[in-house]
């Protein structure tokens, strides 16, 4: 329908006939907080795309028996579902930045010569040869 849906483009009467609602019905589901349009610097009511979609959803639900109370909290967890789907897309993409821009994880190995840094994701060769170590001087095998 709209681009960004949450933008508040309606006047009321719009979104009633977009919703197939009276106008006072949209109101009055202002005033209860079950659909709570944006509001322009005069005050009149803007609808958004999403709030549209809501309106219908309200008309089904109430249309099936549910009571505006249970409507209104079922709007509010799908709101809640809605802005953690967008934190947890946040924070995936804030992770993988990290871990493409992290320097890399530093991991080391004992080596014949010492200890040695190993690249991130490598494994190492276990060696099961025996070396004597002697203070101050080489190993030997």
Do not use: C, K
Not at 57 to 84: F, H, T, Y
Not at 91 to 105: D, I, T
């Amino acid at each position: 329908m709209v681009e960004d849906e949450d933008a508040p483009i309606f006047a009321i009467a719009v979104a009633a006939e977009l919703a197939g609602m009276h106008p006072q019905t949209l109101r009055q589901y202002d005033r209860i907080g079950l659909v709570v349009p944006g509001r322009t610097r005069g005050g009149s009511r803007r609808y958004s795309a999403r709030n549209i979609v809501q309106l219908r959803e309200v008309a089904r639900l109430s249309a099936d028996g549910m009571s505006l109370p249970a409507i209104a909290r079922l709007l509010d967890l799908e709101d809640e579902v809605r802005m953690l789907r967008r934190r947890v897309v946040d924070l995936e993409g804030a992770l993988r930045a990290e871990r493409e821009n992290r320097p890399g994880v530093r991991v080391f190995a004992a080596g014949a010569s010492g200890v040695v840094p190993v690249p991130s994701g490598r494994r190492i060769r276990r060696s099961t040869d025996i070396v004597l170590w002697r203070p101050g001087g080489r190993g030997e095998g």
